[in-house]
């Protein structure tokens, strides 16, 4: 079983849509905070790399929006810009990385995490061989 969620003030943050673009993989939310709107959508990304593919092509159209964008999750893959800085192997790339990349690209999103910490490889998986940040928060600059 696998979902995704938020949890959210409702005193400060005003939420105008919920939409569950993938069920228990990929939730969107539409919200407004003094004036800014906001979409916020919450992936968790499938092991199958091909689902994972397809999850990341579904997402797409929920990109063109006029509200500031922001995107975290679990996305099981690792983007190009992000990749495995500072891990001991290559990350190798497939379908679902590159549905990922075209996904920020095209959303013109840029990677909070990396954006800040330019070196630090912020590692969100690993085990005895390589370690990887599969966690990532791209939103729109």
């Not at 990385?97 to 095209?106: G, K, M, P, R, V």
């Not at 990677?111 to 910490?117: A, E, G, K, P, T």
Request: hydrophobic content about 35%; proline content about 4%; overall charge positive.
């Amino acid at each position: 079983m696998s979902g995704v969620g938020f949890l959210f003030n409702n005193k400060t943050i005003n939420i105008e849509n919920v939409e569950v673009v993938v069920d228990g993989r990929a939730l969107l939310i539409d919200v407004e905070k003094n004036g800014s709107k906001f979409r916020i959508i919450n992936v968790y990304g499938h092991t199958d790399m091909k689902e994972r593919t397809a999850l990341f092509q579904t997402l797409q159209p929920f990109l063109c929006n006029r509200r500031q964008i922001v995107m975290g999750g679990d996305f099981n893959c690792t983007p190009e810009t992000s990749a495995s800085q500072g891990a001991s192997s290559t990350v190798k790339k497939d379908s679902s990385t590159c549905a990922l990349e075209n996904l920020i690209n095209d959303g013109n999103l840029k990677d909070v995490f990396r954006s800040l910490n330019p070196t630090d490889p912020g590692h969100t998986w690993s085990n005895k061989k390589t370690a990887s940040r599969i966690f990532c928060l791209p939103a729109k600059a």
